[in-house]
T-cell receptor, first 111, second 118 residues
């Protein structure tokens, strides 16, 4: 899986949008961009994934640049419960392969 | 919706003892994964099973073994426990699907088993 780079930490005010960037400049054409988060000591939670097109679900939006070298996860209205470590992972979606967790971004939502 | 079930949630063992962790995947999911997360670390992949056959192997010590049974539940067996085995152990399951030309293969994680070796 391609290496991803994320900021170590970010703060966001409650109710505002949280924009979490991720660089994946060596991503291959068949690797998806997956986002997971882990709230303290809980099991990681799937958020969203995409290949080329932007994606949106009930939790978040995923914006992938046209060259696919970077992406942004957007939480539109962050709440205190969104405080977590967010992991951006490049992953071959068509295989039963493991996730390789990097360091992730510690997002802290402030009241 | 049904989630991944892990048992026990907490386990305390002494050095050199054995431990067995159990995982019950989401119904109809065909793949099970085991991850280990040490204190202050990110989750690390141990081993996975697809349709009851071992699929991938990560940094799993030789003292550990795992299997997936006919009912799709999985067990992680850990022997000769060491202090460094103290960690959270997560099980995850997934189902490979293609919808609208997009592959959906997200993993759903259980709440974890916290193993403490004293």
């Amino acid at each position: 899986d391609a290496k991803t780079t994320q900021p170590t930490s970010m703060d966001c005010a409650e109710g505002r949008a949280a924009n979490l960037p991720c660089n994946h400049s060596t991503i291959s054409g068949n690797e998806y961009v997956y986002w997971y988060r882990q709230i303290h000591s809980q099991g990681p939670q799937y958020i969203i994934h995409g290949l080329k097109n932007n994606e949106t679900n009930e939790m978040a939006s995923l914006i992938i640049t046209e060259d696919r070298k970077s992406s942004t996860l957007i939480l539109p209205h962050a709440t205190l419960r969104d405080t977590a470590v967010y992991y951006c992972i490049a992953h071959l979606g068509g295989s039963a392969r493991q996730l390789t967790f990097g360091s992730g971004t510690q997002l802290t939502v402030l009241p | 919706a049904a989630g991944v079930i892990q048992s026990p949630r907490h386990l305390i063992k002494e050095k050199r003892e054995t431990a067995t962790l159990k995982c019950y995947p989401i119904p109809r999911h065909d793949t099970v994964y085991w991850y280990q997360q040490g204190p202050g670390q990110d989750p690390q992949f141990l081993i996975s099973f697809y349709e009851k056959m071992q699929s991938d192997k990560g940094s799993i010590p030789d003292r550990f073994s795992a299997q997936q049974f006919s009912d799709y539940h999985s067990e992680l067996n850990m022997s000769s426990l060491e202090l460094g085995d103290s960690a959270l152990y997560f099980c995850a399951s997934s189902l490979w699907l293609v919808a609208g030309g997009k592959v959906d293969h997200e993993q759903y994680f259980g709440p974890g088993t916290r193993l403490t070796v004293t």
